[in-house]
Each structure stands twice: as C-alpha cells, then as structure tokens.
C-alpha cells in the first residue's frame, strides 16, 4: 500500500463535500424549531403534549426507511404537499440535495430535541424567576437567563444532530435517491463502493475518512461544552448552595 | 402601603391570611412551614393565591373575583432570595445590572455608583459569581434588587444560609438600607434577633394563620403567643433605658423602673430606651442578696403566681414596673419554701440577657 492510497478521487471528494453541505444544512435548519420544541416540552404544559413528544422522537424507533417513505410520499413530486409545491413554485425537492437536508433533519431532529430539552430542564426556575422579579419579560429570560445556561446542552444537541446527519443513510436513500453529485452523501457513496466489483479501496478510504470526521466532531462537541461550563461558573454544578 | 386578604390550600396546608402592612420595615415571623415564604411568594408574584386580593400603595396586583392578576415582571416588588440566585453566567457587574437597564432613567432612584458604594461591592464588579463569598453574594442580591427602585423589597430569609459571623457582617448592610433607603421593606425570618434588629413592627404567623401583628414588645405578651414565646426563649421582654456605660468592665448599665440590670456593653447612648429578654430558664431565684456570686444582676420582687406549665414549674415575679418569670423545679421550691407572696431576688447573669436590636459582640 503506498501513499497514494489516500488521494480521494473526485466523485469520492464530491460526496464528501456534498455530505458536509448536507449535514450543515440540517444543523442550520433544525436549530431554531428545536430549541423551541424542546422549550414547549420542558416548560408549558398544553393539550396533545404528548402526542407531540411521541411525534418528535417516532424517527427515532422507526427503522429509517419509512420516515423516508413517508416523506416521498409527501414531499415527492407526486406526493400531497410535492405536487402543490411543483404546481404553484416549480419547486422539485426530491432527488435533491434539499431533499437529503430534509431527510437527514427530520431524522437527527429528536437528538436536538432531547439534548437541548434536558438541558433547558436543568436550568434553575430560580433564576428565571429572580430574572422576572427584576422586570424581566418572560421572553428576555428565555433569551437572556435560559438559553445562555442551557447553551452546552444545545450545542451537545447541534453535534449530535450534526453527526446524525453525517451518518444519515436509509430516510435519505428512501427518499432522494442515490444520485453522483447530487444525493450520493458519504455513507451513500461507501454503500454503492461495496456494491461495485473492485471497489473495496475506495469504501475503505472512505470509512477511514468518515471516522476521522465522527471523531473530530465528538472532540470540538467536548471542546465547546467544556468552554461553555467554565463561561458559565461552576455553579452549574452546584445549584442550591449560596 | 400593603393590604392583602390571600388564600392558598396546597395539600393538608391551608395558608390564610388578611392583613395591612403600613409601617415602613415589616418582619415576617414564624416557625419553619408557617407559610412565610408561600405569603411572600403571593405578594411577589411568584405562586398564585386561590382567591384573596393584593393591593400594593393603592394598585390592585392580585384580586381573584376582578380577574386580576399583575404578572411578576410588571409588579416592581424587589425579592431577595435565600440562595441569592445570581445569574452565574454575568458577571457581577452584570448581575446588578439587569435589572437596572431595563429601567426607564426617569424610573431610577438611585445610581449605579450609589448602591454599589452602600453595599460595599465595587471590588467584586468584575468576578463571576461562583468567585465570591455567600455573604458578598446576598450583598450583590441586595444590590441588583435596589437597583430596580423596587416599591416593596421582600427579604426571603436572605442570612438563613450564612454562617454567624457572615450574618453579623451582613446585618449592618441591611441596617444601612432601612436607614438610607426609603422603600418599604418586608422582612422574613425565623430567627427573632435577625427580625428585631431591623424593625420591632412584626407580623407573627403559624400553620398558615396570622398569630398577631403589632410592636413586638406589646404583641409578645399575648396569650396565644405564649407557647411560642417559651420555644423562644421570650418569656421575659423588658423595656429599659440606658443609664451608662462602663468602658472598664465592658458593660452598660440600664434602669427598668428603680432596678438597675448590667448587660454586656452595647454601642447605644445614654439614655436610649431598648428591649431586652432572658429565657425563663436562665433566671434562678434566691431567698436573699447573695454577695459571694458572679451574678451581678439580683432584683428585688415579690412571688405573683406559681403555675405548672408540663414538666415545667413558672415562678412570676412582680418586680416593680414589670414582671419576671423564673422557671424552677418543684424540688427547689419546696427546699426554699418559696409562695405567693415570697420575696424573692431573681439572679440574671448578664451575659445571657439578649439586648434586641443589637449584635453580640
């Protein structure tokens, strides 16, 4: 084995970028609704809450190819809310890289959710409540006392969610296809180098890449959660004593 | 001025109680599950009574058959907590400023460096919480509450998780506050001398209920306080007034009619009338002067009553213009053969008589 052995070929570089694009995308666009459904979970109570609970974690349990079908089945060009979006845009979001965003969000959603809802659970209400009885609106509280200490956990949630997609396999391949250079995300592209006579290097090139890539995702997630701890004191760890 | 009829049932507790708070600094007494902290937390917002009203200098912040209900942020009560409950991701600058930048300049009645320099805090400004002590952080609590030019500042137990020493440090803090800053303060303790320090106006309450209201000294009298009284320690409160002091022997010498008492010296002038107590179990009796004794204090009286309260025997002595009361076993008083009527010399040692409104030194 020489050294050129680790020289990505440009359809291996291809899917690697389109898998980073893809699991940035799904970050970006999971970010905001799950801070607020993990917030709407962890703090109000209202009708269907449950319902709602079990809605956000269902891709969790359910094996990845029918979240993905149902999303063909509505999202796909002949699908309920596809054909509408086709007819009044023009707009095709299946077998589209927008298409493996959607899958890999819906799938790494309830990650976010969970992560960031624990973490917004641990906030003490006593300062949320000395933040309201200095005059604070509830919604200042939420963006100046909460969201700050509850910032580790939601970060935790955005790398897991990040990783979630990275790996995302079997909703997006239900859903988008495979497609080279538009759908083929890395694990999509290790999968099809196994399907393909003589392509064992290239699958190996890329499981070594993927790893290096899960590794450092978990590194800067510890990284930033522990600067997250110091910024906030230790008095994180210490709730209750004065 | 505070008015309030409030109702809240949580489980077997029931807490009622109506009432006026119309003196500037208000101490809210009771045993530990009384409802002192549920009362507070009514007033300020922060557990919703069942039904009752709340009307703070003539507003209605709470009426439950008007359908009103001011939320916390808009009710301008300043609240101290307990655990201080600094934001420990701001630093203390930012702690007290909170509050205080959400205010309108013209709603401002103090400034930045005004609070800071009362407190004492202006070394702390850049540190984080977690850096500073636990009386240096009630410090900072008091601070960003003022900071909001509150109406009312509630004291939620705010010395009950600091040590004797810090709690004598912080003392003087809150003295400094009632005396230089004119917002109505509510005061909640269950710790009598933290209470007494600050004000002699207390509202006494327990299991929920309102016991009594009134000048502490006029209140602890009453019969239904009795019981309370004796868990206190409080079976004898005595007015007197500061005669001299004597720098050599450390002590001041106060008169209570035509009886002299010698208490450990405290830092008020001559003249000054205070309130001072004994527990009835500090105060032996004695058939005459005893001259070779520690006791200084040996006050001439007459036995009133003799009453048997449980286990305990209560000796009342009329000592003149007040009333003493001794607890003694039944054994010493058939030794001493002591009746209505005796004369008797109540012995108080100095150093057990507690004077209100001052800090042991």
Redesign the interface.
Known sequence: MNLSFFILSPAEIEALLLSARVAIFCTLVICIPGVAIAWLLAKKSFIGKSLLDSVVHLPLVLPPVVPGFLLLLLLGSQGLIGKWLQATFGINIAFTWIGAVIASAVMAFPLMVRSARLAINQVDTGLEAAAQSLGAHPLRVFFTITLPLALPGIVTGLILAFSRSLGEFGATITFVGNIEGETRTLPLAIYTYTQVPGGDMAAIRLVILSMIIALGALMISDLLERRAIKHIGRDLREKGSA | MLDFNLQRTQGNFALNIKSTLDTPVVGLFGPSGAGKSTLLGMI???VKPHSGHLILDGETLFDSQRGIDI?????????V?????????LNIRDNLN??FN??ATKDRRFSFVQIVELLEIGHLLLQ????IS?GE??RVSLG??LL?SPRLLLLDEPLA??DVRLKHQILPFLRRVKDEINIPMVYVSHAIDEILYLTSQIVMIEQGKLLAQGHFHQIIHQDNLQNMAYSLGLENVISATIASHDKVYASTLLTQGKQAIVIPQIAAEAGTQITISIPASSVALSLSHLDNVTIQNQLQGFVTEIKQVGYRVLVMVDIGESRITAEVTTKALEMLNIAVGSSVYCLLKAQAIRAHGFIAS
């Open positions: 300020a917002g922060l939320p916390l942020h808009q009710r301008r009560i300043g609240v907590f307990q655990d201080s409950r600094l934001f420990p991701h909170y509050g959400l205010l984080k919480p977690h850096q636990g952080k009630q960003r509450a909001t998780s600091l």
